[in-house]
């Protein structure tokens, strides 16, 4: 099972950048699909990104599309989070998690999380 640690939040201004990443102290990172996720004040935990095990395939959700981009590094068993272009609505605490499985964004699809990581932009 992967172990989770984010890490790279803090505040930006708007048009602003950031890159999270999320390490894992684990020995199976390379066996994981790893996704990013966002949770704003007052809403529910929603999908960001994700990232097959070789990093052959990425998926985003629709408001992040060429502004984000997910990458990993399995010899530092390591998986990032670029962030481009950063507006206010951007600002949510963001997870990064793990699944076995391609093509499931769902919450409860994922079997481990970070802890999180606040991330602010300022208008």
């Known amino acids: 099972q992967v172990q989770l640690v984010e890490s790279g939040g803090g505040l930006v201004q708007a048009g602003g950048s950031l890159r999270l990443s999320c390490a894992d102290s684990?020995?199976?990172?390379?066996?994981?699909?790893m996704g990013w996720f966002r949770q704003a004040p007052g809403k529910e935990r929603e999908f960001v990104a994700a990232i097959s095990w070789s990093a052959s395939l990425t998926y985003y959700t629709d408001s992040v599309k060429g502004r984000f981009a997910i990458s990993r590094d399995n010899a530092k068993n390591t998986v990032y989070l670029q962030m481009n272009n950063m507006k206010p609505e951007d600002t949510a605490v963001y997870y990064c998690?793990?699944?076995?499985?391609?093509?499931?964004?769902?919450?409860?699809?994922?079997?481990?999380w970070g802890q999180g990581t606040q991330v602010t932009v300022s208008s």
């Open positions: 998690a793990a699944t076995t499985r391609w093509g499931v964004w769902q919450n409860d699809r994922y079997e481990s």
């Open positions: 684990g020995r199976t990172f390379s066996r994981y699909v």
